[in-house]
DNA sequence: TATTGTTATACTCTATAACTATA
DNA sequence: TATAGTTATAGAGTATAACAATA
């Protein structure tokens, strides 16, 4: 059984109190977990991104969302959220508080007055341009770490994980999280 | 890790062949970006886990605390923390939801009585048992798309992207807010 | 004084549902 | 009837700060 076990406190688990290391836990068969690696992957780079950031306050999807109005002028919100695999009301609360820092807008659509076309405004443009430049620098952190060929590769296997449920189910929702959530 | 779950952001980028469906927007830079993609790929495999987990509810992050404890009985809040990379309120708050559930439980340290030792109880390891099963069927739907030495290198440079600071500089506190939360 | 656990607080994400205004 | 946006609500994650007990 494994849990019941009886290891007292201090054996062989984690450094005493006071001392310096890390834990060295039995990882079990987290080891061999695809989506745990990823998972810690994905937190390390969080973290390094939020202090290179910190000065501009976008987190990773709002600086998705920035880059995606930048590039296409005009989208709307909805088209946003089948991308991102968002819900409608979630999406609706991130565009909220880019439109309240002034760095998007809403216009309602000519043609169809039901949609609300987003643009970046020009202070959305500028700081879209500095988290882009702070990203850089930000992701040769961690792309340094690799060799040309090996960074493609890493890519293309990444794109394998999420480019494959085309047909299939339709996109779900997420839930992490997180990530941050008690979510994935 | 992190994050108790939550992270994800987007999915389905994909080039859908169903024409109808979705949006065809220019990425920009996105595509050049490494978290990005890891993102999009940690998204993808929430969702299917969180498919595959509907019956257990158990969260990533709530599943990799289980078999640490399970693994390392008598590990201490602090130290999954810091292996996690999570703030000590977070895992305090995701340990009382595990607690609440019947599923480990607390027992103050003999030795160092500031600590609360951890414990799977029957009905944790039972529940331990179950989402291992599903995930390992779960696993399979996404390493099956890698060969054996794909694979390993895979995993083996998703590690160099979280493994990085180990031995010069501690890790780094924590600091996510989901991939949660807007979090990566 | 430092550490572990704890509580309080606030913000965000996520999901669902229902409502509006258009189409 | 269907769609895009909107609002309301609820449950969860995360971070910060402060506090208590113990070392």
Redesign the interface.
């Known amino acids: 059984?494994?849990?019941?076990?009886?290891?007292?406190?201090?054996?062989g688990?984690?450094p005493g109190?006071g001392g310096a290391g890390?834990?060295r836990?039995?990882?079990?068969?987290?080891t061999?977990?695809?989506?745990?690696?990823?998972?810690?992957?994905?937190?390390?780079?969080?973290?390094d991104?939020?202090?290179t950031m910190a000065g501009l306050s976008l987190?990773?999807?709002?600086f998705?969302v920035l880059?995606?109005v930048?590039?296409?002028p005009g989208?709307v919100q909805i088209?946003?959220a089948?991308?991102?695999?968002?819900d409608k009301a979630t999406t609706m609360a991130?565009v909220d508080r880019l439109e309240a820092r002034n760095l998007l807008e809403r216009r309602t659509s000519t043609i169809d007055r039901r949609r609300k076309d987003l643009f970046l405004t020009k202070q959305g443009q500028e700081v879209l341009q500095e988290a882009?430049d702070l990203?850089a620098a930000?992701?040769k952190r961690?792309?340094s770490?690799?060799s040309g060929t090996?960074?493609e590769?890493?890519?293309e296997?990444?794109?394998?994980?999420?480019?494959?449920?085309?047909?299939p189910?339709g996109?779900?929702?997420?839930?992490?999280?997180?990530?941050?959530?008690?979510?994935?």
Request: net charge negative.
């Open positions: 059984m494994a849990g019941d076990g009886k290891l007292e406190d201090g054996e688990l984690a109190p890390k834990p836990l039995d990882m079990g068969c987290l061999e977990i695809l989506g745990f690696h990823l998972r810690m992957a994905n937190v390390a780079i969080f973290q991104y939020q202090q987190t990773p999807k709002q998705t880059e995606l930048g590039r296409n989208v088209d946003i089948e991308l991102l695999s968002m991130l882009r990203i930000h992701e961690f792309t770490r690799f090996e960074l590769a890493f890519i296997q990444l794109r394998r994980i999420y480019l494959s449920g085309e047909g189910h996109d779900q929702g997420s839930g992490d999280p997180a990530g941050t959530a008690d979510t994935p």
